[in-house]
């Protein structure tokens, strides 16, 4: 039986909420519902905190988008955006180690052509030489909830298993 939407929403948005911040999205234009920001520092260090060895910096930035449906040319819009909206929100520095975009479209049934947009999607930028300064890449799904299958792009492969605990929680509770 599959799984409604908006219960599967709510189940999506109490998962990202125990490490990233929810962020209520309002775009009228397109089908967003929320986005969660992701921040960690990590650091090494000898003994005492100011003999530090290394220093490093996670960001990551999760647009919902959520319809009935969605074709191709929306989910590329949607893709787009999300990227030309994560951007600005990414400061390079020596720490920096990259700030990725996810964009995971939740429908209730999806055609051969958004499946397609996005496999095919894909994002990437380096700051400074060699990436010294960090990177970004844009990690797309969308979650088929009629057959409860999750298709990613190449970087986004861990968003499948990710999904697919999300159903085996969802059918161990019901």
Request: aromatic share 14%.
């Amino acid at each position: 039986m599959a799984i409604q939407r908006e219960l599967f929403l709510k189940i999506l948005e109490d998962a990202y909420s125990a490490y990233y911040s929810i962020v209520p999205e309002e775009n009228s234009e397109l089908p967003l519902v929320f986005r969660a920001d992701y921040n960690a520092q990590d650091e090494q260090y000898f003994f005492v905190k100011s003999a530090q060895i290394w220093k490093n910096q996670k960001l990551e930035y999760a647009y919902v988008f959520s319809a009935p449906t969605l074709d191709g040319a929306t989910a590329r819009r949607c893709m787009d955006w999300a990227v030309q909206n994560m951007l600005p929100k990414v400061k390079p520095h020596k720490d920096h180690q990259y700030t990725n975009c996810k964009v995971i479209f939740i429908v209730d049934r999806a055609d051969e052509e958004l499946r397609t947009a996005v496999q095919k999607s894909k994002f990437s930028k380096s700051y400074g030489p060699l990436s010294l300064y960090g990177y970004t890449e844009l990690l797309s799904a969308v979650v088929d909830l009629s057959a409860e299958k999750t298709t990613t792009n190449r970087v986004g492969h861990g968003l499948e298993s990710f999904f697919r605990k999300l159903f085996a929680l969802r059918h161990e509770e019901a």
